[in-house]
């Protein structure tokens, strides 16, 4: 199984190496095969990058807004037209099922290129009437703009951050994840199919250092980061102390209240696409689970009698639900917060064991995990394990529950599964989190902004937010009469 790009990175509209850079292994999670050998980029292949990014955004920030718009929409149809493949390589390179990449990672990145290609032309500044004179402000592009991805969602990653980007006059240079790097190449590719002039999206690979350098660059103006809460306040220290616009998409444990008037069985897929997809390693994921005390024990045997038909497997497979986690360090981190929850006294309801599986003994695979009577205090409760592990709490009243999943260091996101709807709006309307949703979980629409509150994040992607997030205001005064001197 080869998986084997043209070259590392894509600079200037085509692939670059340059072989004095860290070797960068990609292996496939479920065999623990390397599929595809790149190097990290060095110091001159970062120069490069940016260099070719500088020129060209000069001429792309000119354009008329709907022009850029049409490229992105046309780069959308591409994507879809090469959804499969990029499907394949997305789970090659993330372990991820092929059940879920063809349907959700090209799309979503496709999504948001549509969305905001089409949006860009009606995102205007404002006319302000002064009174004899009137001022108007423009949103400006801020130049070149860097985007580091991180390994659950890599195309869609790319796509949200350099949608947003491209449509306000910005070049990016991408750096994914050393984990997941092949798909952001595609994309390059596609783009400059689409009819973007080269240089305006740069792909450069690396591991954090080169995040670090890019970040550092005296010509980058943003960064836009997905990755864990210590990567992002390096990331947004760093961007600070330098005066630049940040970005950042970080970690979540975020809480999803389940009521007793809910519809249970809506309510626990809810909580297993909220848990289970990806092999749980989405940033949003609902792990705090916090069930009414009259519907807990069903709510547990359901959640865990279905937990236990979730088929794991081959992620090429077109009937396998589950596949591995991305490595070995992930692994060990989440068996290692399964023996915590043991050891925590939480009841392990289902799951809890990682399988060796018939011809993918190397593969890094964990069955769907499920603890139940969860208190607050637990590890399991508070920290983010990124892995198909479930806790679910009980709880007695509305107050109470809010309160108990206000108390979190994260914000990133919150679920409220109920059928009295005044109910809902006001629970959505207590909790301190960025992505809400009402009787549904994860479902992360390009026209819904997304981001997060306290330590999950700063900023947001998708929506009308992410282009304000990529560009800057000038307020422009425009006198009619006279200039009013006292000299
Ligand atoms: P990570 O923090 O290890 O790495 C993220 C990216 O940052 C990688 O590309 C990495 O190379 C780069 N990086 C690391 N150190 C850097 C530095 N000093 N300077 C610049 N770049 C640096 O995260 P990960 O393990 O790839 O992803 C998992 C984490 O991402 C989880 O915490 C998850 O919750 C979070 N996540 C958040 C969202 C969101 O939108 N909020 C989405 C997906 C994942």
Redesign the pocket.
């Given at each position: 199984m080869k998986a084997q790009p043209k070259g590392s990175h894509f600079i200037d509209g085509r692939y670059v190496d340059d072989a004095a850079g860290d070797p960068l292994e990609v292996i496939h999670p479920a065999t623990g095969e390397i599929i595809a050998r790149l190097n990290a980029a060095t110091p001159a292949i970062v120069e490069a990058a940016i260099a070719s990014a500088k020129i060209a955004q000069i001429a792309w920030a000119r354009l008329r807004p709907l022009e850029r718009g049409r490229v992105l929409r046309r780069a959308a149809d591409l994507l879809r037209a090469r959804n499969d493949e990029i499907a394949r390589i997305e789970t090659l390179d993330t372990g991820k099922p092929i059940q879920e990449t063809l349907v959700a990672d090209p799309a979503s990145a496709a999504d948001a290129l549509e969305f905001l290609g089409g949006i860009v032309a009606g995102f205007n500044g404002e006319f302000v009437e002064l009174g004899g004179a009137f001022g108007y402000t423009r949103r400006e592009a801020l130049g070149v703009t860097v985007g580091?991805?991180?390994?659950?969602?890599p195309i869609q990653?790319a796509g949200w951050k350099s949608a947003p980007a491209l449509a306000m006059g910005n070049a990016m240079v991408f750096?994914?994840?050393?984990?997941t790097p092949l798909s952001a190449l595609a994309l390059a590719e596609i783009y400059i199919e689409a009819g973007l002039p080269p240089g305006l999206f740069n792909v450069v690979q690396?591991?954090?250092?080169?995040?670090?350098a890019?970040?550092s660059h005296p010509d980058v103006a943003k960064v836009s980061?997905?990755?864990?809460?210590?990567?992002?306040r390096?990331?947004l220290g760093?961007a600070g102390s330098l005066m630049k616009h940040a970005t950042m998409?970080?970690?979540?444990k975020s809480p999803l209240i389940v009521f007793d008037d809910a519809d249970l069985e809506n309510a626990v897929s809810g909580a297993m696409l909220g848990n289970f997809y990806s092999a749980g390693?989405?940033?949003?994921n609902g792990t705090r689970v916090f069930v009414q005390e009259n519907l807990h024990d069903r709510f547990v045997e359901r959640v865990t009698a279905r937990a236990k038909t979730i088929r794991l497997g081959d992620p090429l497979d077109p009937d396998t639900q589950m596949g591995p986690v991305i490595n070995k360090t992930q692994y060990d981190k989440i068996v290692g917060y399964i023996d915590i929850g043991r050891n925590e006294g939480a009841t392990l309801a289902c799951g809890g064991g990682a399988p060796k599986l018939q011809g993918f003994e190397n593969g890094f695979f964990i069955e769907p995990t499920v603890f139940a009577h969860v208190r607050d205090d637990m590890r399991i409760a508070r920290e983010?394990i990124?892995g198909p592990v479930m806790a679910v709490l009980s709880f007695r009243g509305e107050d109470e529950v809010v309160t108990r999943a206000n108390d979190s260091e994260f914000g990133?996101s919150a679920g409220v599964f109920t059928r009295d709807m005044a109910r809902a709006h006001r629970v959505i309307g207590e909790i301190k989190a960025g992505s809400c949703w009402i009787n549904t979980y994860n479902v992360c629409p390009p026209e819904l902004p997304?981001?997060?509150f306290k330590q999950?994040?700063i900023g947001r992607?998708n929506a009308l937010e992410s282009l304000r997030h990529f560009s800057q205001v000038k307020a422009v005064y425009v006198e009619t009469g006279d200039v009013v001197s006292p000299y």
């Amino acid at each position: 199984m080869k998986a084997q790009p043209k070259g590392s990175h894509f600079i200037d509209g085509r692939y670059v190496d340059d072989a004095a850079g860290d070797p960068l292994e990609v292996i496939h999670p479920a065999t623990g095969e390397i599929i595809a050998r790149l190097n990290a980029a060095t110091p001159a292949i970062v120069e490069a990058a940016i260099a070719s990014a500088k020129i060209a955004q000069i001429a792309w920030a000119r354009l008329r807004p709907l022009e850029r718009g049409r490229v992105l929409r046309r780069a959308a149809d591409l994507l879809r037209a090469r959804n499969d493949e990029i499907a394949r390589i997305e789970t090659l390179d993330t372990g991820k099922p092929i059940q879920e990449t063809l349907v959700a990672d090209p799309a979503s990145a496709a999504d948001a290129l549509e969305f905001l290609g089409g949006i860009v032309a009606g995102f205007n500044g404002e006319f302000v009437e002064l009174g004899g004179a009137f001022g108007y402000t423009r949103r400006e592009a801020l130049g070149v703009t860097v985007g580091i991805g991180a390994w659950n969602y890599p195309i869609q990653g790319a796509g949200w951050k350099s949608a947003p980007a491209l449509a306000m006059g910005n070049a990016m240079v991408f750096k994914p994840s050393e984990n997941t790097p092949l798909s952001a190449l595609a994309l390059a590719e596609i783009y400059i199919e689409a009819g973007l002039p080269p240089g305006l999206f740069n792909v450069v690979q690396g591991f954090g250092a080169v995040g670090h350098a890019l970040v550092s660059h005296p010509d980058v103006a943003k960064v836009s980061l997905t990755g864990s809460v210590p990567t992002g306040r390096k990331v947004l220290g760093l961007a600070g102390s330098l005066m630049k616009h940040a970005t950042m998409e970080l970690g979540g444990k975020s809480p999803l209240i389940v009521f007793d008037d809910a519809d249970l069985e809506n309510a626990v897929s809810g909580a297993m696409l909220g848990n289970f997809y990806s092999a749980g390693q989405v940033c949003s994921n609902g792990t705090r689970v916090f069930v009414q005390e009259n519907l807990h024990d069903r709510f547990v045997e359901r959640v865990t009698a279905r937990a236990k038909t979730i088929r794991l497997g081959d992620p090429l497979d077109p009937d396998t639900q589950m596949g591995p986690v991305i490595n070995k360090t992930q692994y060990d981190k989440i068996v290692g917060y399964i023996d915590i929850g043991r050891n925590e006294g939480a009841t392990l309801a289902c799951g809890g064991g990682a399988p060796k599986l018939q011809g993918f003994e190397n593969g890094f695979f964990i069955e769907p995990t499920v603890f139940a009577h969860v208190r607050d205090d637990m590890r399991i409760a508070r920290e983010e394990i990124f892995g198909p592990v479930m806790a679910v709490l009980s709880f007695r009243g509305e107050d109470e529950v809010v309160t108990r999943a206000n108390d979190s260091e994260f914000g990133l996101s919150a679920g409220v599964f109920t059928r009295d709807m005044a109910r809902a709006h006001r629970v959505i309307g207590e909790i301190k989190a960025g992505s809400c949703w009402i009787n549904t979980y994860n479902v992360c629409p390009p026209e819904l902004p997304f981001g997060g509150f306290k330590q999950s994040g700063i900023g947001r992607e998708n929506a009308l937010e992410s282009l304000r997030h990529f560009s800057q205001v000038k307020a422009v005064y425009v006198e009619t009469g006279d200039v009013v001197s006292p000299y």
